[in-house]
């Protein structure tokens, strides 16, 4: 008997003669796998040119979903926000459904974007890239998707529905989530709603999504998570991934910070209850992502995913960016 799968990898040899047809390229094309997933990613390329393929994992995101994540990039694009793009198929088509052995799967074409990613990179591309968010805020600023919303609720309680799978109800990594997931609930209940902008978010920025080319101009990508919410969540995400990847040096990572919110208040002025609240949804945003990689166990994270690294994870870093924001914003305690 033919046995049922839950998640599969695409040949990248039929995709590439798949994508060659459906959007007449050349015949001289190459198809490789970049990235698998809680989506796959696959680079298409010729002599010429390269594109980026996403093959959505089966029921992860719908067909409207995907739809409003298009629209929202084209919106970016047309307003010159240097993002990578959908590209239409010979049909006028965006998004190609494959006909996998689990199910239907979603896949979207999108441009490349110039450059590479770079783990570390100077304080003056820090500033650029918060220009950049900040000129993305201004276009998405009060706007909405038929996309997920992104609460306390969403952030907090759902994710750590999740984690608890995982880690156990008894351990002290739990407590410490538990007592801060409450206090960090109270805290956006009572904040001031009507000095917080609302919109559009990306909620991913960072190094993992970002390719800087020579003339260090950034281009955004994989929007996968784009949502509605308080703008500043992505600013919050921001720095939250950056304090990690200068394994909180203080010397390292402020001047970076500095630049980064500079560069975004020459755009768009941050209220002082936004500024408040960033190292507190840096928090609520570990729990978030925590949570996506626990549900997404089956065909992600279950290559490292245990009791034991959550353990880590929380112990090593989320208490490590609680305590800090707690230092640097005692008006939250």
């Known amino acids: 008997m033919h046995f049922p799968v839950s998640n599969s990898n695409?040949?990248?040899k039929h995709l590439a003669r798949f994508v060659q047809e459906t959007y007449a390229l050349d015949k001289d094309i190459s198809c490789s796998l970049i990235r698998a997933g809680i989506n796959d990613t696959y680079l298409i390329q010729d002599d010429k040119h390269r594109y980026v393929f996403r093959v959505y994992s089966l029921n992860w995101r719908t067909k409207t979903e995907i739809e409003e994540e298009?629209?929202?990039?084209?919106?970016l694009k047309e307003n010159k926000i240097s993002i990578s793009y959908p590209i239409r198929d010979k049909?006028?088509?965006?998004?190609?459904?494959?006909?996998?052995p689990e199910g239907d799967r979603f896949a979207v074409l999108f441009s490349y974007a110039d450059?590479?990613?770079?783990?570390?990179?100077?304080?003056?591309?820090?500033?650029?890239?918060?220009?950049?968010?900040?000129n993305m805020h201004q276009l998405t600023h009060n706007r909405t998707l038929q996309r997920t919303s992104y609460t306390p609720e969403v952030l907090l309680v759902d994710s750590l529905t999740e984690i608890a799978k995982f880690l156990g109800a008894d351990t002290e990594e739990m407590r410490f989530l538990q007592s801060t997931q409450s206090y960090l609930l109270k805290e956006l209940a009572q904040a001031d709603v009507n000095a917080i902008r609302?919109?559009?978010?990306?909620?991913?920025?960072?190094?993992?999504?970002?390719?800087?080319?020579?003339?260090?101009?950034?281009?955004?990508?994989?929007?996968?998570?784009?949502?509605?919410?308080?703008?500043?969540?992505?600013?919050?995400?921001?720095?939250?991934?950056?304090?990690?990847?200068?394994?909180?040096?203080?010397?390292?990572?402020?001047?970076?910070?500095?630049?980064?919110?500079?560069?975004?208040e020459?755009?768009?002025?941050?209220?002082?209850?936004?500024?408040r609240l960033l190292p507190l949804l840096?928090?609520?945003?570990?729990?978030?992502?925590?949570?996506?990689?626990?549900r997404r166990y089956d065909n992600w994270s279950n290559s490292f995913l245990s009791e034991d690294y959550l353990k880590r994870f929380v112990n090593g870093i989320v208490k490590r960016y609680?305590?800090?924001?707690?230092?640097?914003?005692?008006?939250?305690k």
């Open 10 to 12: 695409l040949s990248a």
């Open 70 to 75: 298009i629209s929202l990039l084209n919106l």
């Open 91 to 100: 049909n006028n088509n965006y998004i190609q459904i494959l006909n996998a």
């Open 115 to 134: 450059g590479k990613k770079i783990y570390n990179y100077p304080e003056e591309t820090h500033f650029r890239i918060g220009q950049l968010m900040a």
């Open 198 to 264: 609302k919109g559009i978010i990306h909620l991913d920025i960072w190094f993992d999504n970002l390719n800087i080319n020579e003339k260090e101009e950034v281009t955004i990508f994989d929007f996968d998570f784009c949502g509605n919410g308080w703008l500043c969540l992505d600013t919050a995400y921001y720095l939250m991934q950056l304090a990690q990847t200068e394994r909180y040096d203080e010397k390292l990572y402020k001047p970076k910070t500095q630049q980064f919110l500079a560069g975004y």
């Open 266 to 275: 020459s755009i768009c002025p941050l209220s002082a209850e936004e500024k």
């Open 282 to 294: 840096g928090v609520c945003l570990y729990y978030f992502y925590l949570g996506i990689q626990c």
């Open 322 to 332: 609680f305590e800090l924001g707690q230092v640097q914003n005692p008006k939250s």
